[in-house]
């Protein structure tokens, strides 16, 4: 059983761009969760997801960022029109319910 | 939100001392979760301890959670160079991390 896949694992991006990262979850994980990380900081929650539902986007920031989690296929998490700001590590998260078995995470550079 | 804040934010010992790492949460909750990080890397799992349970073991961790307190404790003993890592408590209801406890275990 492979564990949570994240990728890219580092992606550049120009200002004003998108950035797509994707997370594919543990087989039989129906519960997504994305986080972003800064250097030295702790992980922010952004967005928990189920299958083809959004459960809880508090953490998410109303502009520009979406995050799906399709029936068949990996967790998205879009950013549009990317700024300097989103720099940071991405983290996606997946569970059967309960602990949380996370991915190495999608680095992301604004340029 | 439940948000689990953990303290101190960095901690320094010596191999072979013992590390305690001290959580705080808000409201009631289902269950804890302590986490690892290591450099840059996704956490790792370590123990999950529910309300109804005040202390639980796993090798050299020991988690203790006062629920009077709304707080738990995570203590590892006889620390090794490889613990040094970043410890981050959450809790089972709402999966929101703190900013974490940077531990440095000395050779």
């Known amino acids: 059983n492979a564990g949570v896949m994240q990728n890219p694992r580092h992606l550049v991006r120009r200002r004003g761009q998108e950035a797509r990262l994707r997370c594919s979850p543990m087989?039989?994980?129906?519960?997504v969760y994305w986080y972003r990380q800064l250097p030295e900081e702790g992980l922010k929650f952004m967005v928990y997801?189920?299958?083809?539902?959004?459960?809880?986007e508090s953490g998410m920031p109303k502009e520009r960022f979406s995050a799906e989690f399709p029936k068949e296929g990996p967790s998205i998490l879009r950013i549009q029109q990317v700024v300097r700001g989103d720099s940071a590590a991405y983290f996606c998260?997946?569970?059967?319910?309960?602990?949380?078995?996370f991915g190495e995470g999608s680095r992301l550079t604004v340029l | 939100s439940q948000q689990g804040e953990e303290d101190p934010q960095a901690l320094s010992i010596q191999e072979g001392e013992n590390a305690t790492m001290n959580c705080s949460y808000k409201?009631?909750?289902?269950?804890l979760q302590w986490y690892r990080q290591n450099s840059g890397r996704g956490l790792v799992h370590l123990i999950l301890?529910?309300?109804?349970?005040r202390e639980k073991h796993s090798g050299r961790l020991r988690v203790t959670l006062d629920t009077s307190k709304k707080s738990s404790s995570l203590l590892i003993t006889a620390s090794r160079a490889a613990d040094t890592a970043s410890y981050f408590c959450?809790?089972?209801?709402?999966?929101?991390f703190g900013a974490g406890t940077r531990l440095t275990v000395k050779p």
């Open positions: 998260a997946s569970s059967p319910s309960g602990e949380l078995f």
């Open positions: 087989k039989g994980h129906s519960h």
């Open positions: 997801l189920q299958k083809e539902n959004i459960i809880d």
């Open positions: 409201t009631s909750i289902n269950n």
């Open positions: 301890i529910r309300s109804n349970e």
């Open positions: 959450a809790t089972g209801d709402d999966m929101r």
